[in-house]
């Protein structure tokens, strides 16, 4: 073999090497380098994605796990002892008379979005009857919305004082009949809490923290009475002047009576303070006990 056909057969051998190589490494190397680079692109860009997801839920998780602690159990029926004992010591706390805590069934929570069909939310339910002084009940609502529980009153009805307490100017024991409920949250993964280390806090205000004996102070179910008039004033007496005594003119009808002609037919219903800041409401429900108006 000459020198030139070498030289040929050499180039020959090497360009079916490098169509060799090309057509069976190549498909290799883009399948285990080029294609693990594309994968691990999709995946950086995917675990951006969840931890992006995970800020927005972590808000939500912190004030889910609170209204966990503030409940102190995910048990229904533990709840509903803890805050069957809580309730009695506010009345006792209170002073009020004939006191009477009396738990309903425990029940599933229907969430007002009807989409959601079962939230797993547990709603315990009681019944509160007392007597007592109208500041007493008031003192014993504001201490109940501080209970650490997620809790509300439903229904509120205040019987005034019988007609001989007013007639004798005190005050009397007004009658409390309310409805109360407390909701528990169902233990979530998401929470990430353990139920056996909940630390419930001792309480948590949900009133806007206001005098509310004011309420008490200004006496609602006592009737309107004229204030005193000022005494006279004694000092010297004028000089006498002697005038020309005109012809009487005849008495101005007397003003119509103050407040509210038909208070006596009136009882309050509820009293309600929701809402935070400057978005607060206060609302008051009058019912007429006549003709049943509010």
Do not use: C
Not at 10 to 27: E, M, T
Not at 92 to 101: C, G, H, M, S, Y
Not at 206 to 235: C, N, W
């Amino acid at each position: 073999m000459s020198k030139r056909e070498k030289t040929l057969a050499i180039l020959v051998v090497s360009v079916g090497a490098v169509y060799g190589g090309l057509k069976v490494a190549w498909p290799m190397v883009d399948r285990y380098v080029f294609a693990v680079a594309s994968e691990n692109v999709e995946l950086r860009e995917e675990l951006a994605e969840k931890d992006a997801r995970v800020d927005d839920v972590e808000r939500y998780r912190l004030q889910y796990a609170e209204y966990l602690a503030r409940t102190g159990d995910v048990a229904a029926e533990n709840v509903q002892n803890t805050l069957h004992a809580r309730l009695t010591r506010l009345i006792e706390d209170a002073n009020l008379i004939n006191p009477r805590v009396s738990p309903r069934s425990i029940a599933d929570y229907k969430p007002s979005d009807r989409k959601v069909k079962k939230a797993g939310i547990k709603l315990v339910r009681f019944n509160v009857t007392a007597e007592g002084p109208l500041g007493s009940i008031v003192g014993f609502l504001k201490a109940f919305y501080e209970l650490p529980y997620v809790t509300r009153v439903t229904t509120l009805k205040l019987d005034p004082p019988s007609d001989r307490n007013k007639r004798s100017g005190g005050d009397g024991p007004v009658k409390l009949n309310a409805s109360v409920e407390a909701l528990i949250p169902p233990l979530h993964p998401v929470s990430e809490v353990n139920p056996s280390r909940l630390d419930q806090p001792a309480a948590h205000v949900k009133h806007l923290g206001q005098d509310y004996m004011v309420i008490a102070s200004r006496k609602p179910f006592t009737e309107f009475r004229e204030p005193p008039k000022p005494p006279k004033d004694r000092g010297p007496k004028p000089p006498v002047e002697r005038r020309t005594v005109e012809a009487p003119q005849a008495p101005a009808p007397p003003p119509p009576p103050a407040g509210d002609p038909l208070r006596t037919d009136k009882v309050v219903r509820m009293v309600m303070v929701y809402g935070d800041g400057e978005a607060s409401v206060e609302e008051i429900l009058v019912v007429n006990k006549k003709d049943r108006s509010s």
